[in-house]
T-cell receptor, first 116, second 109 residues
Framework: IAGITQAPTSQILAAGRRMTLRCTQD?????MYWYRQDLGLGLRLIHY???????GKGEVPDGYSVSRANTDDFPLTLASAVPSQTSVYFC???????????????FGEGSRLTVL | GQNIDQPTEMTATEGAIVQINCTYQ??????LFWYQQHAGEAPTFLSY??LDGLEEKGRFSSFLSRSKGYSYLLLKELQMKDSASYLC??????????WGAGTKLIIKP
């Protein structure tokens, strides 16, 4: 049982470089999310997708883009990385609109990104 | 604006009881969540409250008062493995989660 898989788990990146964080889930959840977590702050939503083919902007979308070509994959791309994007990134999913009352989020293990 | 407040850090003794409070101001309310996050790991779901009252699940209980914009997580019979951060999150009227910064709980023997 894999759940949600993120890659890479850790990466050091030079400023200005392009980077894609991968996220794959095998639970057939229709909603997926990308969060960043920084010390002293709550999880902040970057982008989300309620179903394959649709995406939306969260609280802190600038500098990031996403795509949702199919149900399982939700990659996050940093077009030109900057030091302020140094953070831990979590991908999450939930079975939205499945009748699940709790809307519990299932998280990947996180990707620690350092931009120098 | 939307805001979730919880203490930054708490310390408790193994075997004791601890209560972690969370107050919120959000645009609409569609439920309150508690997650546990061990250092270097992903958050994991603990509880969900959408109606007022107490929900008990083993050693953990969660309480909600919607009129007061208040919740707490109660941990009983504390174990060393309970040392973690506890995250409070509220689902707003758009079904988006607003997260608190988390409470780091330190358990001492």
């Amino acid at each position: 049982i894999a759940g949600i898989t993120q890659a890479p788990t850790s990466q050091i990146l030079a400023a200005g470089r392009r980077m894609t964080l991968r996220c794959t889930q095998d639970m057939r959840h229709n909603a997926m999310y990308w969060y960043r977590q920084d010390l002293g702050l709550g999880l902040r939503l970057i982008h989300y997708s309620n179903t394959a083919g649709t995406t939306g902007k969260g609280e802190v979308p600038d500098g990031y883009s996403v795509s949702r070509a199919n149900t399982d994959d939700f990659p996050l791309t940093l077009a030109s990385a900057v030091p302020s994007q140094t953070s831990v990134y979590f991908c999450a999913s939930t079975p939205l609109d499945s009748g699940e009352e709790t809307r519990e989020l299932f998280f990947g293990e996180g990707s620690r990104l350092t931009v120098l | 604006g939307q805001n979730i407040d919880q203490p930054t850090e708490m310390t408790a003794t193994e075997g004791a009881i601890v209560q972690i409070n969370c107050t919120y101001q959000t645009s609409g309310f569609n439920g309150l969540f508690w997650y546990q996050q061990h250092a270097g790991e992903a958050p994991t779901f603990l509880s969900y409250n959408v109606l007022d009252g107490l929900e008990e699940k083993g050693r953990f209980s969660s309480f909600l008062s919607r009129s007061k914009g208040y919740s707490y997580l109660l941990l009983k019979e504390l174990q060393m493995k309970d040392s973690a951060s506890y995250l409070c999150a509220v689902m707003d009227s758009n079904y988006q989660l607003i997260w608190g910064a988390g409470t780091k709980l330190i358990i001492k023997p």
